[in-house]
């Protein structure tokens, strides 16, 4: 069975709704029509509560390629004992 590759860039800065967030690590995955920002650890926590939720990310790479202020289409949190995960998901910028 044949296994494709995943296409992982590691980020160096992440702003949510233009606040800079510090976490352990993250990477950004470009599917095929959607791309998908993985964040472990983020600080602040963004609130994903009523009204006050995250819509806006900016992301650089490691390679200092800097998108700015994609909305956010859907995330997905995952918790554990020391981590807490967030993933964004989003379409890619024109």
Same mark, same amino acid.
């Given at each position: 069975? /044949? ?5 992982? *860039? @590691?980020? *160096? ?5 233009? %606040? @800079? %967030? %510090? ?5 950004? &995955?470009?599917?095929?029509? &959607?791309?998908?920002? /993985?964040?472990?650890?983020?600080? @602040? $926590?963004?609130?994903? /509560? ?9 992301? &650089? ?10 909305? $956010?289409?859907?995330?997905?949190? &995952?918790?554990?004992? /020391?981590? %807490? ?7 890619? @910028?024109?």
């Amino acid at each position: 069975m /044949e296994q494709s590759s995943r296409s992982l *860039v @590691p980020l *160096v800065n992440i702003w949510l709704d233009d %606040t @800079p %967030t %510090t976490y352990t690590h993250a990477f950004l &995955e470009k599917l095929a029509y &959607e791309w998908m920002v /993985e964040i472990v650890n983020p600080f @602040p $926590i963004p609130l994903m /509560e009523d009204k006050e939720f995250v819509i806006q990310i900016s992301i &650089e790479q490691d390679d200092g390629v800097l998108y700015s202020s994609i909305d $956010i289409q859907s995330y997905y949190i &995952e918790q554990g004992n /020391e981590f %807490t995960i967030y993933r964004f998901y989003m379409y890619p @910028p024109d």
